[in-house]
């Protein structure tokens, strides 16, 4: 594996080491100030405005601009291009055509910039709004990136309205396959399940940087990808249905722990009455690898220690989040067999779990290939010895935890997945609903607390 990984993936991308944890998103427009931080996540990293010190006021953006007859014809041509993109022409038919007619002044000024807005917002962010988009944790940060008053100003500046718009689509090939095949279908309930997922793709960075994890919940699998390539993908097994359903996020893996510790949830110990089982049978908790402290007001604490029986498995990918969700192992292996393997409580298992962790140390550390061997030596070394250890990365890497159901899958082949959370509803009534103004960039749903499974 250490020469697969050195020639596949890491030749072609070594970068230096730095003291912090290096992010390997896309850096245009970075401030100096983010570069090192340690705990970045991945909207700070695709931030373009640096901080600054004392009051600072800032004018609000003017979203009005000057528009000459032929710049209005050309937006009024761009409108019905946009099907392509699995959006409705007919969202942005607000009287363009007339006010053309009439002239320009400040009634063209007013229709044509109101037209051109929609379309960044909905090309750029996506056109379902937050309420439908059902456990959606992900900040876009393509709005920071490319705000919607720059582009205005830019594209009246040069001219170039439409060259202005096309530049806003995702860039991800997945997003291609589908508008291509959204181009050769005539089933309307088909079209409206690409265009849905069409649109998921809006919802996340335009870009996801030159190297990244994804996993689409639905498809039962994550995808180690670099460089537009997926380098190895693996079996996952994902949250069940209802209130322990795997949440979209977008994190950053900060390092890889290794023989971790699993810390039992109280709904465990004093729901199912564990606590009082590891007090009142000490063999059997020791040789279960549980042990148990009991406080002064009879509050009892359970942690399961590293081994083979440990319900993470052999290691985790350290990635903080709100929501405890992380990517991990299991001793549980015979469940990525099945079809089926919406089976967690939440967060993510995968096969091949120790594998990925040996490849995310070498690739989050290794500066050249001749690197490896070094630290392969010292992974192993950690594993065999069964204690639990933080192994950091320098350079951090983004996770993906998508819900798309249409797509490519990991073998290159367009398909349908199944809906197992039902999250296509909303997202479908949205599109059939007439587009929505004043939209919200983050989620006001509550974060599902994970009860019962596995917490360090």
């Known amino acids: 594996m250490g020469t697969m990984i050195g020639?596949?993936?890491?030749?072609?991308?070594?970068?230096?080491?730095?003291?912090?944890?290096?992010?390997?998103?896309?850096?245009?427009?970075?401030?100096?100030?983010?570069?090192?931080?340690?705990?970045?996540?991945?909207?700070?990293?695709?931030?373009?405005?640096?901080?600054?010190?004392?009051?600072?006021?800032?004018?609000?953006?003017?979203?009005?601009?000057?528009?000459?007859?032929?710049?209005?014809?050309?937006?009024?041509?761009?409108?019905?291009?946009?099907?392509?993109?699995?959006?409705?022409?007919?969202?942005?038919?607000?009287?363009?055509?007339?006010?053309?007619?009439?002239?320009?002044?400040?009634?063209?000024?007013?229709?044509?910039?109101?037209?051109?807005?929609?379309?960044?917002?909905?090309?750029?962010?996506?056109?379902?709004?937050?309420?439908?988009?059902?456990?959606?944790?992900?900040?876009?940060?393509?709005?920071?990136?490319?705000?919607?008053?720059k582009l205005l100003e830019d594209a009246l500046a040069s001219g170039r309205i439409a060259e202005t718009l096309q530049t806003l689509a995702p860039v991800h090939a997945d997003y291609a396959s589908l508008k291509a095949q959204l181009a050769t279908t005539t089933d309307p309930a088909k079209r409206k399940l690409i265009r849905a997922n069409m649109d998921r793709w809006r919802w996340l960075p335009r870009d996801l940087g030159r190297q990244y994890l994804l996993t689409n919940v639905p498809e039962m699998q994550l995808r180690l990808t670099v460089n537009e390539r997926i380098i190895k993908s693996y079996r996952t097994v994902v949250g069940k249905p209802g209130r322990t359903a795997t949440p979209q996020l977008a994190e950053m893996v900060e390092a890889v722990i290794f023989n971790p510790t699993?810390?039992?949830?109280?709904?465990?110990?004093?729901?199912?009455?564990?606590?009082?089982?590891?007090?009142?049978?000490?063999?059997?908790?020791?040789?279960?690898?549980?042990?148990?402290?009991?406080?002064?007001?009879?509050?009892?604490?359970?942690?399961?220690?590293?081994?083979?029986?440990?319900?993470?498995?052999?290691?985790?990918?350290?990635?903080?989040?709100?929501?405890?969700?992380?990517?991990?192992?299991?001793?549980?292996?015979?469940?990525?067999?099945?079809?089926?393997?919406?089976?967690?409580?939440?967060?993510?298992?995968?096969?091949?779990?120790?594998?990925?962790?040996?490849?995310?140390?070498?690739?989050?550390?290794?500066?050249?290939?001749?690197d490896i061997p070094a630290i392969q030596q010292e992974v192993s070394e950690i594993t065999a010895s069964g204690k639990y250890t933080r192994y950091p990365m320098t350079k951090q890497w983004p996770v993906y935890i998508t819900y798309f159901t249409m797509g490519t899958d990991v073998e290159g082949s367009m398909r349908s997945f199944a809906d197992v959370y039902g999250r296509d509803a909303p997202v479908l009534a949205a599109l059939d609903a007439p587009r929505q103004r004043d939209r919200a960039r983050k989620t006001s749903e509550e974060a599902v607390e994970i009860i019962d499974d596995m917490q360090t």
């Open 262 to 370: 699993w810390t039992v949830p109280q709904s465990i110990v004093k729901g199912e009455g564990l606590g009082a089982k590891v007090l009142g049978n000490p063999g059997w908790a020791r040789a279960a690898g549980y042990k148990a402290t009991k406080g002064e007001n009879g509050w009892i604490t359970v942690v399961q220690q590293p081994g083979p029986n440990n319900s993470l498995g052999l290691m985790k990918l350290d990635m903080p989040n709100e929501h405890a969700i992380f990517l991990h192992d299991t001793p549980s292996r015979h469940l990525f067999a099945q079809d089926n393997r919406a089976l967690s409580h939440g967060c993510i298992r995968v096969e091949g779990a120790r594998e990925l962790a040996m490849t995310m140390s070498m690739l989050g550390n290794a500066q050249t290939r001749e």
């Open 7 to 149: 020639t596949v993936v890491l030749a072609p991308v070594a970068l230096a080491q730095e003291a912090a944890p290096q992010s390997i998103l896309p850096s245009a427009n970075m401030p100096a100030e983010s570069a090192g931080s340690t705990r970045q996540s991945v909207g700070e990293a695709f931030g373009d405005i640096a901080a600054q010190s004392g009051e600072v006021v800032q004018p609000v953006p003017v979203l009005v601009g000057e528009w000459s007859a032929a710049q209005a014809r050309q937006l009024l041509a761009f409108i019905p291009t946009v099907a392509a993109e699995g959006l409705n022409p007919k969202d942005y038919d607000i009287g363009l055509a007339d006010a053309i007619a009439r002239g320009e002044g400040a009634e063209l000024n007013e229709i044509a910039s109101r037209v051109f807005v929609w379309l960044v917002e909905d090309l750029r962010d996506g056109r379902t709004p937050m309420e439908a988009r059902r456990q959606w944790f992900v900040v876009d940060p393509d709005a920071d990136r490319l705000p919607t008053h």
